[in-house]
């Protein structure tokens, strides 16, 4: 019984938490005026979306960092990965916590230094 009632907390929890923001995201983005209570003109901010001139741009832009991220993660990630795995290094769980590292930065703190 114990275990029922923590499985369906979390699943509250996580649709608290997760779901729920996301759906009014989507939302948002389906109605524009979602949050003054309107249904109304769906989809409506895609024409002017895809009419604004600088969206090639800023696609263009977005993919180029997209593709640059990739390649610079792969180049660094791909010879440490490598060494890591089958190589004997010395303090082996050192390397294993600095290889961590970028996954427990928190995505604000990555945001902000991006600015």
């Known amino acids: 019984m114990k275990q029922t009632f923590l499985s369906g907390a979390t699943l509250a929890a996580l649709v608290m938490l997760v779901a729920l923001p996301l759906v009014f995201i989507l939302l948002q983005a389906i109605f524009?005026?979602?949050?003054?209570?309107s249904l109304g003109d769906a989809f409506g901010g895609v024409s002017a979306l895809l009419a604004d001139p600088q969206l090639p741009a800023m696609l263009g832009g977005t993919l180029w960092i997209a593709a640059g991220v990739a390649l610079?993660?792969?180049?660094?990630?791909?010879?440490?990965?490598i060494l890591r795995g089958m190589f004997s290094l010395p303090l082996p769980r050192l390397w294993d916590l600095l290889f961590l590292i970028p996954f427990?930065?928190?995505?604000y703190i990555s945001a902000l230094s991006w600015m």
Not at 32 to 37: D, E, T, Y
Not at 72 to 81: A, D, E, F, K, N
């Open 72 to 81: 610079v993660s792969v180049m660094i990630g791909l010879p440490l990965g």
């Open 32 to 37: 524009p005026h979602f949050s003054a209570g």
């Open 104 to 107: 427990l930065t928190p995505p």
